[in-house]
């Protein structure tokens, strides 16, 4: 999964969500510079596959998972930094 959403370089962490990670509507891509980056950014299929790693084998991840499935339509990079 890593590979699939080229983020095999990014580092292990020992929680699902970092501490102090807040997302919210106000980190919406607001402009259409960001808009148009995030086009090109899988964050729905990232969603869905963290999803079925939920149901089948982690459900240490559930909080994590359903807060950034929350911004599935208008997600922003901070959104993505959080995948």
């Known amino acids: 999964m890593l590979e699939r959403f080229n983020v095999s370089n990014c580092n292990a962490v020992t929680i699902p969500m970092l501490l102090g990670t807040r997302l919210s509507v106000t980190d919406l891509s607001q402009d259409d510079e960001e808009h148009n980056c995030m086009r090109s950014v899988p964050y729905g ?5 963290l999803l079925y790693l939920l149901t089948t084998t982690h459900l240490d991840i ?8 929350r911004f599935i339509g208008n997600p922003g990079l901070k959104h993505w930094k959080a995948v």
């Open 45 to 49: 299929n990232a969603g869905g596959a």
């Open 62 to 69: 559930s909080f994590t998972v359903s807060n950034l499935c």
